[in-house]
Each structure stands twice: as C-alpha cells, then as structure tokens.
C-alpha cells in the first residue's frame, strides 16, 4: 500500500498524477494498492493552481511477497578424485535470490557463496551440501546434494584395473604397454591372459587346476605300478620260502629215514 503526499507552498496544489510500471498517467486522489511481487516502478507529479507542472519523479521499488525455494540440484555418483559443479541457479524467488551459501554437512564449513561453483573432492565418501538462499527480505530456504563419490576402479585411465596395479607393483606407475618384470609379455597381456578366467586369482587358479588333474592321474597309475612291481615281488619271495621249506622237509625226512635205518640196524 503507497500513500502519496503533496503539498504546494504558493498557489495551491491543483493535480497529482501518478503512473505504475510506465502504464497510463492516473490522477491521484485515494492511497494507492499495489499488488503482485517484483521491481516495479512508480512516477509522480504535481501540478499547482496557475498551470506550474513539476518535474516527475521516478521511484523504483521491490515488491517481496514469497519466500525463496532452494534447488541444490540432483544428487549424483562420481568416481574420486572429482571437481563437482554445485548448481543452485534452478532457486526461485518472486523477486531475487540475494544470497547463496553452501555448506559441507560433515564440517559445516562454507564451500561456496555463489549460485554456482566447483569444489575439488579427492578422496571417497558420501558428501552432503546444503544451499541456503535468501530474498530481498532476508527470507531463507534450504535444500541438500548428496554426492557419492566413489573409488575409480582405474582411476590413471589406462585400462589396468589399479587393484591389479597395486597388486602386481604396488603402484599405478606403468601402461598397459609396460614390460616390468621383463618377461616379454606386456602389462595388457598379462592382465588379459589372468582376466580370461573373471578375476585374477580365479584365472590363475584355473590354468593349475587342470594340470594338477593330470598329475593326480598319472601319480595314480604310478602307484598301481609299483603296487604291481611290489606285489609281484612278494609272490616271487613267498614262492622263494616254499621252496626253501620244500626242500628242509625233504632233507628232515631224508634225515629220519636214515635216522630210522641206523636205530633199526641197531635194535635188531
Ligand atoms: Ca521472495
Ligand atoms: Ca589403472
Ligand atoms: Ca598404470
Ligand atoms: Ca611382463
């Protein structure tokens, strides 16, 4: 609601006229309603009673009527280390955002004062921002990103996974056309012959498996060998004893035959 005051010292005030965002020139004669939020613009002049017309004057002026909503933007998943771009510019107000301010939830520190920005993250973890807006009026609004930020399966870009790297070199130093440990074979080769079977350790265990399968036969059939060998030995020194005791009992009865013929000649 704006109230106009005029008054003239010498003749007399004859007219105000008065005009709303550049419309049509109205006379004044009651308080005048203005409706309907924004910067809006508001000119007036008089004129006396013997036709002096007074130079217009020109206000302008803000109307606020709604409080700000905050728009953080859509919360995402990126691999570290990142440079976000916090996005507050989809805030809305009935007439001006004055202020932004973002906060890390963890540490409630002040990242940014701008509708929008870059933060550098290194390391992984869940981030939350809040951005906090203000009207002309000092009215306030809040909404929250959340930001993943994930560790990078291969996060020198050189199509090594870096879990292989690590495990291999135990750094992230050497390409995919690297020969490190002098084999002839390059880090991709190597990595692709390992990754054949899914993960490393499955593919290493796979190729072993199958020739440790053979090996178990032909331990196998080693062993049925020698069994044989031994078995055929045992045959051979039992029937060796046989023969020994057959012939010790043909001596013994040899013996008592004799035994028998020298008593014999004696008791007759
Ligand atoms: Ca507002
Ligand atoms: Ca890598
Ligand atoms: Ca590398
Ligand atoms: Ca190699």
Do not use: C, H
Request: without cysteine; proline residues 4%.
């Amino acid at each position: 609601m704006a109230v106009l005051s005029a008054g003239d010292s010498g003749s007399g005030l004859f007219l105000t006229k008065y005009r709303i965002d550049g419309g049509p020139w109205i006379a004044y004669n009651r308080p005048i309603a203005i409706g309907g939020s924004g910067t809006r613009t508001f000119e007036a002049y008089s004129i006396d009673n013997i036709g002096n017309i007074e130079q217009t004057r020109l206000y302008a002026y803000v109307v606020d009527v709604l409080r700000p909503v905050a728009d953080a933007g859509r919360d995402l998943a990126v691999f570290a280390p990142v440079d976000i771009t916090l996005d507050g510019l989809g805030s809305t107000d009935d007439t001006l955002i004055v202020e932004y301010e973002w906060i890390l939830e963890s540490d409630g520190s002040v990242v940014l004062t701008t509708a929008k920005g870059t933060v550098g993250i290194q390391s992984p973890g869940v981030y939350i921002f809040s951005l906090k807006v203000r009207d002309p009026l000092g009215r306030e609004s809040t909404d929250s990103i959340t930001i993943n930020v994930l560790r990078d399966p291969d996060s020198d870009k050189d199509t090594l996974p870096d879990v292989w790297e690590m495990e291999k070199f135990g750094n992230l130093t050497y390409g995919p056309g690297d020969d490190p440990d002098g084999d002839g074979i390059t880090n991709i080769k190597e990595y692709g012959r390992e990754g054949d079977g899914g993960d490393v350790q499955s593919g290493l265990d796979a190729l072993p498996q199958s020739e440790g399968d053979r090996t178990g036969e032909v331990l196998m059939l080693l062993l049925m060998v020698v069994l044989g060998v031994l078995a055929g030995v045992a045959m051979l020194q039992f029937l060796k004893i046989r023969e020994l005791r057959r012939r010790l009992d043909d001596r013994e009865a040899e013996a008592s035959i004799e035994f028998e013929e020298d008593y014999g000649g004696e008791s007759r």
